[in-house]
Every structure is written in C-alpha cells, then in structure tokens.
C-alpha cells in the first residue's frame, strides 16, 4: 500500500545555538508538527551549509544538562567536537554520528573541533533528539560514536547509496543500538535515480532535503526541494524518492512510544514531577561534573 505525503515543510526561521551552530527548528514547529507527531523523534535542528571564518576560539555551546533522551549528532561537512561528564568525549567527521544517551542525566558541550576552527570552514550538521522509553530514562548515561566507516552502506538498485545509521534496510543493520524500533538513514541519489522505500505503516516517518530537489512517486505535486522537511502520513507503507537533481536526504521513521511526554528545556520525562525532579538534581550536581 502506497504511503502519501502529510505535508511539505519549508525553511524554518534561523536562530544560533550558543555561537556555533546555526539552526533551524523543524521538530517540533510552528507548523503544528509537534513532539508527539514525530515520537519517538521528540526534536530536530538543522545547520544548513553556512561558511564559519576562521578563529583561534571554537564556537560551540557551553557545558549543558540533559535527562530523559538521546541527542544524535549528525555530521554532513566541518567536525564538531565533544565532552561529557560520563567521561566520554571524540570528534564527529564528515559521515559519522554522535548517539549520546543521556537517560539519568548527563552534563554536555559540543564545539567546531580545532583545527576546523582554525581553518574556517562550510559546517553542515542535523540533532536529532530521540525520546527514551519510560523504563530506560533513569539508566547511566552511555555513548555511541560512529565514524563514517562504521555506518553501512548499501547500493540502491537506480543508482545511489543508502547509510544505514540505525535500524535496518534489506537486511542490512545499521551502525547504531537504539533503545525502541527505528530507522535511520542516510540517502544519496544521483539525478534521475531513485530509492524504494517501505516501512512500518504505524512508524513515524519523514525525511529532510540536505540538497537537490525530489519527488515523491505517485503523487501530485510532490515536489520538495532542498532545505525542506517531508513528513509522510500513516497511510502505507511503500513509497519511492526520484532524485530531480542530485539529493542528499537524511530519513527517520521509528516506532511511537506512545507514552506521555513532560518536557522542559534540556530534559524529557513523562510527568511534570519528574522534570521537577531533574532540575534538583541538576542542581545538586547529581549529573558529575564538566569543566
């Protein structure tokens, strides 16, 4: 059964993150498209390509609490650093994904690496917040880090290549654990190619033009291009991509909860109790500590 489009989103306002990432906010918008719309993807920001000069200071964010989700740091162009009071800390290339599970709680900053800093740059990049399941938001904080060869890859039939950064496609898994059924991908078409899809019909699913410009079989105008937010509606479950330029898309379509969802800034938890909680927590130092 064929799966339609709900709506196309356009280019959101663009606003910064500390002074180092420029985005714009698609989950959840103003366009009525809120948390539960896309559960368990609770929250995305996009850093369309934006050229950052060169400084001898990296921009970034400062240290920040998190409790209750997952942060997933996609890398498309530039390098972003990381720190965090679990211990763990790397760098995020071109191809690769930080999944850092914050669940109990975890205190964070994120920033242009170095050398990418010193050299200036084109910096592209998305953050996904994925929501935890209720039974799994109180669990120690852990880590994925994923460079681009650890991502696999598989070969479309019309030409392109799919990156299976979570879930699975024709068998093939991907590179990251997730704590509730997703997927995760990432497509590059070639013009005049294509990409055949089909997913879960109860699963949530969208996907956000990096570059060119697509359509969606079947339907009419389906247009979308570049820098556009896709949501399909819960209507099928097969559905194909046509590339009318070269595109670039990242794909997410998972599993909803289906559980209530309480949140406040930095922390999401299922009742508002619970976020009361967080934040004594937070400030009682029981999320470590991060210089």
């Known amino acids: 059964m064929k799966r339609s489009i709900e709506r196309v989103i356009s280019p959101r306002p663009i606003h910064f993150v ?3 990432f420029r985005v714009q906010n698609f989950i959840p918008s103003t366009h009525g498209l809120e948390m539960k719309r896309m559960d368990p993807f609770i929250f995305l920001d996009y850093n ?16 920040h609490p998190h409790r209750g989700f997952e942060t997933v740091t996609v890398a498309f162009q530039g390098k972003v650093a ?8 790397g760098i995020v290339s071109p191809g690769g994904v930080q999944w850092m599970t914050a669940a ?11 050398g990418f800093a ?30 681009a060869q650890d991502i696999p ?11 299976v950064i979570a879930g699975e496609f024709h068998g093939v898994k991907g590179g990251a654990t997730t704590h509730s059924p997703m997927h995760l991908y990432r497509i590059e078409l070639p013009q005049g190619s294509s990409a055949d899809i089909q997913l879960p019909m109860h699963f949530n699913t969208a996907f956000l033009v990096l570059s060119g410009s697509v359509h969606v079989s079947g339907l009419e105008d389906s247009s979308a291009p570049e820098g556009h937010f896709v949501l399909m509606d819960n209507d099928g479950t097969d559905f194909s991509i046509q590339a009318a330029q070269n595109a670039h ?18 922390f999401v938890m299922n009742h508002r ?11 009682a130092g029981k999320f470590g500590q991060l210089d």
């Open 118 to 147: 010193r050299a200036g740059g084109i910096f592209h990049m998305a953050q996904l917040w994925v929501n935890l399941p209720a039974k799994n938001k109180m669990d120690p904080p852990s880590y994925q880090g994923l460079d």
């Open 18 to 20: 500390g002074d180092g």
């Open 48 to 63: 369309e390509p934006h050229f950052f000069e060169p400084t001898s200071t990296p921009r970034g964010v400062d240290v």
């Open 249 to 266: 898309l990242l794909l997410l379509s998972g599993e909803p909860l289906n559980e209530p969802i309480a949140a406040s800034g930095p």
């Open 273 to 283: 109790h619970e976020l009361q909680e967080a934040m004594q927590d937070f400030y």
């Open 104 to 114: 109990s709680g975890v205190l964070h900053k994120e920033y242009h690496e170095e």
């Open 82 to 89: 990381h720190h965090d009071s679990a211990g763990n800390s």
């Open 153 to 163: 890859s598989v070969s479309l039939p019309y030409g392109g290549q799919l990156h």
